[in-house]
C-alpha cells in the first residue's frame, strides 16, 4: 500500500516560516486530489488546502499565506508557509484522494508533522 510520508515541520517563532513536504513511497492509482489537513490540540481536524487538476482551495485564515504546489514527477506535495502565527500551530497531516468516476471513494493519510509556532 502506498504510504504518504510527511517531514518539514518544527518550532519557529511567529513571522516565520516553514516548508512541509509530503512523499508518496509510490504512484497512487485513480488519484484525483490531494491536500493538507491539521489538527490542533483540543480542535476538530481541518482542512488547510487542496489541490486538484482543476481547483486549488484554502482554509480562509490561510489563504495568501500558505501557498500549496505539486510535483507529479516526484509524488510529491508540498506546503510553503509564510508569516505563521500562534494559531497555526498544530498537527499537519497529507492526504491523497482516490476517486472512481469523480467520486472520491478513499483518503489516505500520512503520519502527521509537528508545527509549533512561538511568539
Known amino acids: 500500500q502506498v504510504q504518504l510520508v510527511e517531514s518539514g515541520g518544527g518550532s519557529v517563532q511567529a513571522g516565520g516560516s516553514l516548508k512541509l513536504s509530503c512523499v508518496a513511497s509510490?504512484?497512487?492509482?485513480?488519484?484525483?486530489?490531494m491536500g493538507w489537513y491539521r489538527q490542533a490540540p483540543g480542535k476538530e481536524r481541518e482542512m488547510v488546502s487542496s489541490?486538484?487538476?482543476?481547483?486549488?482551495t484554502y482554509e480562509d485564515s490561510v489563504s495568501g499565506r500558505f501557498p500549496i504546489s505539486q510535483d507529479n514527477v516526484k509524488n510529491s506535495l508540498y506546503l510553503q508557509m509564510d508569516s505563521l502565527k500562534i494559531e497555526d500551530t498544530a498537527v499537519y497531516f497529507c492526504?491523497?484522494?482516490?476517486?472512481?468516476?469523480?467520486?472520491?471513494?478513499?483518503?489516505?493519510w500520512g503520519q502527521g508533522t509537528d508545527v509549533n509556532v512561538s511568539s
Open positions: 489541490i486538484s487538476s482543476d481547483r486549488i
Open positions: 509510490g504512484s497512487i492509482a485513480n488519484r484525483c486530489a
Open positions: 492526504t491523497a484522494d482516490i476517486c472512481y468516476r469523480g467520486v472520491r471513494t478513499r483518503r489516505l
